[in-house]
Each structure stands twice: as C-alpha cells, then as structure tokens.
C-alpha cells in the first residue's frame, strides 16, 4: 500500500502540532509521500506564514526595508526547529529568499517559500527525502498547470524515493521560474502526487474530521459525511461546503484514488471517504445540504413562447454577450426564468433587459432579487421513494415559501429557491427531518 498525506496550514502551524503530524505519519509504514503547507494560524488572529510572505514581498517591491518582516517569518520556522529540537539551520535558506526578494523574483516565488521551508523542515524531522515541488510540479510559460510533464517528472522522480517530502502548493516553469496554484492549492499537490505514483489512497489531514452533513454556523454540531462521491462533492462544493481545493478532486478521480479527510488533532475520527463510487448507502438517504443566498431571478413571459424555436438561445446569449453566467433556468409553457449572481447582474441589469426585449420581444419581464438557492444532494434519492415529500413537507411546516424546484436528471440533487430570510430556516427543516428524525 502507498499513501500520500497531505497536511494542511493549522496542522503544521507550531512544534506541538508538528509532533501530532510525526505521530501520524510513522504509525502507518504505507504513509510515504507527505505533502506539507506552510505554516498557518497557531491561534485566532495570527497570521499564515504564506501571508507573511506576501506582505514582506510587497514590502520589498516597494523597495522599502524588508528586514523585520522576513526576520518575522524566520522566527516562525526557528520555532518550530527548536520546539522539535532539530539540529536544523535555514540560514542559508533565508540569504537565498533575501537576495531573490531584492532582485523581485516575483509574488509567486514569495509566496511559495512557505511550502518550501516547511518541507525541508519535515524532511528533516522525518528524515525522509526532500524533493523539491520545483523540479517535479512543471508549469507552462504562461502560468497554466502543465499536466503531462508533472505526471511524467512526479513519476520518475518518487520512483527512486521510498519516502520522501514534496512540498504544497507550487511548481516550476522549465526554466526555474517558480508558479503557484491559487490559494489552497498544495492540496492539488497532493492530488497530483497520489495520481503519479498510483497510490492507494490521498489522506488529507486538515482541523476537522470531515465533510459535514450542513454548515456548522446554520445548523448545530451537524453529522459528518461518511462517504461521498465526486460528483455528490461537486455539487456541494459548488453551493459553498469548502474543505478541499475544488480542483484537487480531477487529478486523482480518474484513477479512482480515494481521498480521505481526516483531522490531526483526532486521529481516530474516521473522517470523509470520496470515492468515485459506492455501494455503500448513506446513512440518512441525503448526503448533504448547502446553499448560497444573493441570487435573483429574472422571469420572461411571451405568449405562445413554446412554438417559438431558438426562444431559449436567444435569451441565454444576452447574458452571455454580457458575461453572467446563468446558474439554473426552470421554465413553463410561456415563461421560462433565468437564475443569476445578483453581484454579477446588478451592474448589467439594464442592458440584460434590453437585450431580452430586443433579441426575442417578450410580452413581459420580471425580476426578484434577495433569492438564496439550497441543494439537497444524495445519491441516495434515485433508489428511495418520498425524498421530494419530505423536503417539501419539511418546508411547509417551517413556513417557508418555496420559489423554485429543480431536480436534475441524475436524480442527484434537488435545488430549491427560497427568500434570502428564509435560508436558514429552510436548510434546517431539511437537516431535521433527514438527519433528526432519520426516517
Ligand atoms: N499556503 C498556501 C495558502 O495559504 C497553500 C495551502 O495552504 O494549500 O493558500
């Protein structure tokens, strides 16, 4: 068995949590490609290590004295080397970052030294082998991830590794210079090594143990997901339920790696399984709920609308000539509506309208804003009777007032529209009656 862990900011942010890290790692041999950020928030209100970096960077390109900032971050590193009492020096390290700064080697670069002193002090404390994200992780010179050659590079290099470090989040261009994904983005690393050496598993060790069936801040001490698949994930994700970079999934999909969330400071919580798929049942026929609010709704009615071929196009490439993308489009026999961002169409309102009217003369429009939108998703729905009832009964008794209903095809979610008021209340009802009264 080969697995890769990754380990996120908070569970590397001081010694103590480095020694829970340690504990990790070496009480399973399979545990051989580790995978660490950079050091983040030891407590509410500090700042990541990461962030540091972007600040002392901005300092130093603004050609005023960087000295302090650095000096700042290089005490969080001597921290942890001392709390782990490792004979570890980064002098060396750090005269390189300095003279990189003053000759303004770029934001990326900056900002991708967090990962990468944070792996030479893992490897060191591990004593396992350091490999650097810069010879193994290859971008394009344009920025865009070069998929092939990393494959390629990650591969070949692990090959000759039994254990090694590769540090999160960044990569290289073939000529050295240094590119990072978007903030998150070592789980992508993570990802991105399990699929190279084609491990059995990509443990992603985070502070909490799991997905959650609801968002802790609507609902209390909500349930954790067991198992997930992608493409359930997916469509959660998209409605808000953040654990995981949302591109770290596509690399290790393919391949049907799972991943598993899990939490260093509870290493016995079993966490959050994704797999591509399972026979596993859910435990309460819905496997999650999230949504987002500030939506609105923009209602074109015309007459005699469904004999119309083209109706549909020529709406749609209205928003599309002003770039909103449309997030759902329910539809009658004369009406059809269009779901939008309300930050993204506010400023365009008027022209949307006036396109609708010019490019396919509706009978009328109407617009609602203030709308959240809440996905109930379970793959459990296609084989159970009565999910629809429920949610909606559930609304009905928490008096909320449902505007829209879209169940796709794959019988994978439902979406509901409700008020933004009423968005809290809603998602509880759901929780409720899936996961309290678990019928
Ligand atoms: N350290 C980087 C960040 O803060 C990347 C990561 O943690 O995955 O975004």
């Known amino acids: 068995m080969k697995k890769v862990v990754k380990f996120g900011g908070s569970s590397l942010a001081n010694a103590e949590q480095f020694r829970k890290v340690g504990e990790i790692i070496r009480e399973e041999e399979d545990r051989r490609y580790v995978i660490p950020s950079a050091p983040g928030k030891r407590f509410e209100g500090d700042t990541k290590v990461t962030d540091m970096l972007y600040t002392c960077y901005r300092t130093a390109a603004a050609g005023e004295d960087f000295g302090n900032q650095l000096k700042a971050i290089k005490e969080r590193y001597y921290e942890i080397i001392r709390g782990l009492n490792l004979d570890l020096s980064l002098?060396?390290?750090?005269?390189?970052?300095e003279k990189n700064f003053r000759d303004l080697a770029g934001e990326e670069y900056a900002a991708s030294r967090g990962e990468?002193?944070?792996?030479?002090?893992m490897a060191a404390y591990l004593g396992y082998e350091f490999v650097d994200a810069a010879e193994v992780i290859r971008f394009h010179a344009d920025g865009s991830f070069d998929a092939d050659t990393t494959d390629r590079l990650l591969g070949e290099r692990l090959s000759k590794a039994e254990n090694a470090v590769v540090p999160g989040f960044y990569g290289a261009e073939e000529n050295g210079k240094v590119r990072t994904f978007s903030r998150g983005g070592s789980d992508i690393t993570?990802?991105?090594?399990?699929?190279?050496?084609?491990a059995d598993m990509y443990e992603n060790w985070t502070d909490v143990s799991g997905f959650l069936v609801a968002d802790p801040r609507i609902v209390k001490?909500?349930?954790?997901?067991e198992t997930i698949t992608y493409r359930e994930l997916r469509e959660l994700a998209y409605m808000g339920a953040t654990v995981l970079h949302e591109e770290s999934i596509f690399p290790v999909r393919k391949l049907g790696i799972p991943i598993n969330i899990r939490n260093t400071n509870c290493p016995s919580d079993k966490g959050t399984l994704i797999v591509e798929s399972t026979c596993r049942k859910p435990r309460y026929t819905i496997t999650g709920i999230a949504g987002k609010k500030g939506f609105c709704s923009i209602n074109i009615e015309k007459s005699l609308m469904n004999g119309e071929i083209g109706f549909g196009r020529k709406v749609l490439q209205v928003f599309e000539d002003q770039g909103i993308s449309f997030e759902h489009m329910p539809s009658g026999i004369d009406t059809m509506t269009v779901y939008v961002h309300q930050d993204e169409f506010e400023d365009k309102e008027?022209?949307?309208i006036a396109g609708i009217h010019k490019a396919v003369e509706p009978d009328c429009v109407e617009m609602e804003s203030d709308l959240a939108l809440i996905a109930v998703v379970g793959r459990g729905m296609r084989s159970t009777r009565g999910t629809a009832g429920r949610i909606f009964s559930a609304l009905a008794h928490a008096s909320v007032n449902v505007k829209m209903i879209d169940q796709g095809s794959s019988e994978l979610n439902i979406i509901i529209g409700v008020e933004n008021r009423d968005f809290e209340t809603a998602v509880k009802a759901i929780y409720d009656i899936f996961v309290m009264t678990q019928m």
């Open 91 to 97: 002098e060396e390290e750090f005269a390189v970052i």
């Open 116 to 121: 990468y002193l944070n792996g030479k002090v």
């Open 190 to 198: 993570g990802s991105l090594v399990a699929k190279a050496i084609f």
């Open 221 to 225: 001490n909500p349930e954790i997901i």
């Open 350 to 352: 008027q022209q949307v």
